[in-house]
């Protein structure tokens, strides 16, 4: 399959309120299937059902309600998703884990590696060391979480081993032109498609105005806004043949620095 069709979710979320925050969620989902159609993929924010929390108690087991809600609607409507959920990893830790869920059921996850210390959030959750890439549809899709925007060795495309970096995102309002700019910048130097899902509204500390983006490995933005239900999604269709052109065009990519991350 060459062509993705792909929907970002730009929505408010209630403040530590899972269940409340999965009611909405499965409405408007539902109802933008059935308006717009099924996309081969959405997005969620970052902390999808209890916005930007260092509140240790509401970390989930990967059977919580979170989890379970994203498997069950993956399931019925045929489609994958992909998000963040304060979890409480196998080891006993507590982890900023992105999951992505296929349409198909199979599921990959990904701990967040940078973890944004300005707002303590390493005194709760402890940081990811395993680069995650997914293979899906023919193409290959790297996982990122907010904060790990600002920092382009982790996100760094060796061997063209990725075509795809989804990044979902609790970016404020105030360092949103810092995000515009990244998430162009990632896109040109990793020579891949960058899709930059950020939520809207305010929580205890922040406001949120979305920004949330498509774009081409040129840094274009290729995707528009539809509005289902009162939430913001940017939908857009992207086609794998012209990034592979491209690459084979100009391929800066062979001249790459290498190098050795530690964990």
Request: charged fraction near 25%; hydrophobic fraction near 35%; aromatic fraction near 12%.
């Amino acid at each position: 399959m060459n062509t993705l069709k792909i929907s970002l979710c730009q929505t408010d979320i209630l403040w530590e309120n899972p269940s409340d925050n999965i009611g909405r969620y499965d409405l408007t989902v539902r109802e933008y299937c059935r308006q717009v159609g099924k996309p081969d993929i959405m997005v969620f924010p970052e902390f999808f059902t209890t916005g930007f929390t260092m509140d240790r108690s509401l970390a989930e087991d990967d059977k919580g309600i979170s989890v379970s809600w994203l498997r069950n609607i993956s399931k019925e409507l045929g489609i994958s998703v992909v998000t963040s959920v304060p979890t409480l990893s196998e080891g006993g830790k507590r982890v900023n884990r992105c999951y992505f869920i296929t349409d198909s059921g199979e599921e990959y996850h990904y701990d967040k590696r940078h973890l944004f210390n300005v707002a303590a959030e390493g005194d709760t959750y402890s940081p990811g060391n395993e680069q995650v890439i997914v293979p899906f549809k023919g193409w290959k899709i790297a996982l990122s979480v907010c904060y790990d925007l600002r920092f382009p060795v982790w996100s760094r495309n060796r061997e063209n081993g990725y075509d795809l970096m989804i990044n979902i995102a609790n970016w404020p309002s105030s360092r949103i032109d810092a995000a515009q700019i990244l998430v162009k910048a990632r896109s040109i130097e990793n020579v891949c498609y960058y899709l930059f899902c950020n939520r809207v509204g305010s929580d205890t500390s922040c406001d949120y105005n979305g920004h949330s983006l498509i774009v081409d490995s040129r840094g274009i933005d290729v995707g528009s806004t539809i509005n289902v239900a009162g939430t913001d999604f940017i939908y857009g269709e992207i086609d794998i043949e012209p990034l592979l052109i491209f690459r084979e065009r100009f391929p800066a990519w062979k001249d790459s620095d290498n190098f050795i991350i530690e964990k």
